[in-house]
């Protein structure tokens, strides 16, 4: 590694002018890319910790933010100095993920990040589909690139074999690279950071690729860009509240760094010189352990993550106050009270991969404490408002020609389809103009969410568009019988779909996992949606299946296209 003198040097050159100008356009505007507060940080607060985590060798590793800058630097100088423009990036949330997300764009490179539990066709597709020329693989998964190797033998892999080593035995290639970058930055002039794009010269370039889940179709690339990263980074920082109390933000990795480029939270915990806590897998004891024992403040996860977490046997109220921005699926009310009982307080959420992640946040409002405690929740499990740095989320009719939009009345009881509007929303689909141009049709981004507009002007899901149940007539929110149904003692996790009915068209199946320790049946699920639950006797499910475990995707999403080949009688084992 370089000798700190010349690294924070480096460092700071990338804050100086490169040359004196008159030109007033150059004094008072600047481009925006997220990859500056990497090098800020480390310019700041170069002793501060950046990075926590276990290594696949079992091994604690903490990295400073210095050392951080230094192998994003070394691994940018390593993408210049081959010509890599197109950098696929296949790994769990470990710190080589981290640095790669920086190093890559420093390059002025594109990163491609995969979901490692997909298929090895799905993988391939992805990388051939955006065309990279290098893959950054965890050990782990290398295999997941067979096929694609076949198909592309002079399509180089960077291993990281993930160990607390940066030289010798236990180092990889990927190490091995950082140290190349770094030695090939001193041979060319030792300019640092000022050599590399921290600031993109074209903010509204592609900086990343983030791949959509392709649960029913080809994934298709939504392309984000410096710009939109950076507003939506600085939007995470303000609305999950990242630096709002004393001492140093400590985020914790459950959410997969792959998945809408971590919703712009790599950024955004650098941002404010965070440390990032990363994790390999998802281990519910060991991040209770993390949560008691280390300086977590803060993480994020989706509903069914949230569930398990408060599940666990080694759940307790916490002695300090966890913030948990919560997104990826509808929550229930009745979440979000087990969570606040434990001392995690929900930050509710809510986007897609085309928004970067999280657009919109449900405020808590000062009066809704004096509410009874159930209507409480339910307003805290509203999807809410459009983010800081977006415009106003809308709700727009939807019987209506496509690319005709007019509002939803905000009644809380007309149904329309969420759009969207602004900084935030993505720049479109890579290679596909068709898909593009219907996602934006009539000028706004169409989430395919259904929702109603509440007066106070809130916004509140009821389901996606293809998960409505129309029974005799009467339309039935797969959401709320999710949330109505896991509101019973012995229910954990419930799965709604629809199956056809000979007199009422359609009707409502749930699939349901029970707590641990408990038993229930079917029918006696049933009795009481009838009988206690208060909802109306239209919705009451006429089936109700024990499951060992509800199919999920990498995010915690229930996978209701698996649900609905269950309910067909399709075999459990080859549909998941």
Request: charged fraction near 20%; charge should be negative; glycine fraction near 8%.
């Amino acid at each position: 590694m370089s000798t700190p003198k010349n690294r924070l040097s480096g460092l700071l050159g990338h804050f100086l002018p490169s040359h004196a100008s008159n030109d007033v356009g150059t004094v008072n505007h600047h481009t925006l890319s997220p990859t500056f507060f990497l090098p800020r940080a480390a310019a700041i607060e170069p002793d501060a910790e950046a990075i926590y985590h276990v290594t696949a060798n079992n091994k604690v590793l903490r990295r400073s933010y210095i050392e951080a800058a230094d192998r994003a630097r070394g691994l940018a100088y390593y993408l210049k100095k081959h010509g890599y423009k197109r950098v696929g990036i296949l790994a769990p949330n470990t710190p080589a993920f981290l640095e790669s997300i920086f190093g890559i764009a420093a390059a002025g490179a594109t990163n491609v990040a995969v979901n490692y539990r997909l298929k090895h066709e799905d993988v391939g597709y992805i990388f051939e589909h955006s065309e990279v020329e290098l893959v950054i693989v965890d050990e782990e998964f290398v295999s997941l690139l067979d096929s694609f190797k076949q198909n592309h033998p002079n399509i180089p892999l960077l291993i990281d074999t993930d160990t607390d080593a940066t030289e010798g035995e236990l180092s990889g290639p990927f190490d091995d690279a950082v140290m190349e970058g770094l030695q090939y930055d001193v041979a060319s002039g030792n300019q640092g950071w000022s050599g590399l794009e921290a600031q993109a010269p074209d903010e509204n370039s592609t900086m990343a690729l983030a791949y959509t889940s392709g649960t029913t179709a080809r994934p298709k690339g939504v392309e984000y860009t410096h710009r939109g990263a950076y507003l939506a980074a600085l939007g995470n920082v303000i609305e999950s509240g990242l630096n709002y109390h004393k001492g140093r933000c400590g985020y914790l990795w459950t959410l997969p760094m792959f998945h809408a480029m971590g919703w712009t939270f790599p950024w955004a915990i650098t941002a404010v010189r965070g440390t990032h806590y990363c994790l390999r897998k998802i281990d519910y004891p060991y991040i209770w352990h993390l949560l008691k024992n280390e300086n977590v403040t803060h993480f994020n996860a989706a509903p069914t993550v949230n569930t398990l977490l408060c599940a666990a046997r080694e759940a307790e109220k916490l002695p300090n106050p966890v913030r948990v921005t919560v997104a990826a699926s509808p929550p229930s009310a009745h979440l979000f009270e087990q969570m606040t009982n434990l001392n995690l307080h929900p930050v509710h959420v809510y986007g897609m991969t085309e928004t970067y992640g999280p657009i919109t946040k449900g405020y808590h409002m000062p009066v809704w404490d004096t509410l009874p405690i159930k209507e409480k929740y339910q307003k805290m499990a509203r999807q809410g408002h459009g983010f800081v740095t977006s415009l106003p989320a809308r709700v727009i009719q939807t019987e209506v020609p496509e690319g005709t939009i007019v509002d939803v009345q905000r009644n809380g009881l007309e149904l329309g389809e969420i759009v969207f509007a602004g900084n935030i929303c993505a720049k479109g689909y890579y290679k596909d103009p068709a898909a593009t141009q219907k996602l934006f049709a009539g000028g706004v981004l169409h989430s395919g969410d259904l929702a109603v507009w509440h007066p106070d002007g809130a916004i509140q899901i009821l389901d996606r568009a293809k998960d409505i149940i129309i029974s005799g007539g009467e339309n039935i929110s797969s959401v709320a019988l999710e949330s109505m149904l896991v509101t019973h003692p012995d229910v954990l996790e419930a799965g709604v779909v629809s199956v056809p009915d000979t007199h009422w068209g359609e009707r409502p199946k749930a699939f349901i996992t029970v707590q641990a320790g408990k038993q229930v049946e079917g029918k006696a699920i049933i009795e009481w949606a009838k009988n206690v639950s208060g909802i109306s006797k239209f919705m009451v499910p006429r089936e109700v299946e024990v499951v060992p475990e509800l199919p999920k995707t990498s995010t915690g999403k229930v996978k209701k296209n698996v649900l609905r080949e269950w309910a067909k009688g399709a075999d459990r084992k080859t549909v998941q």
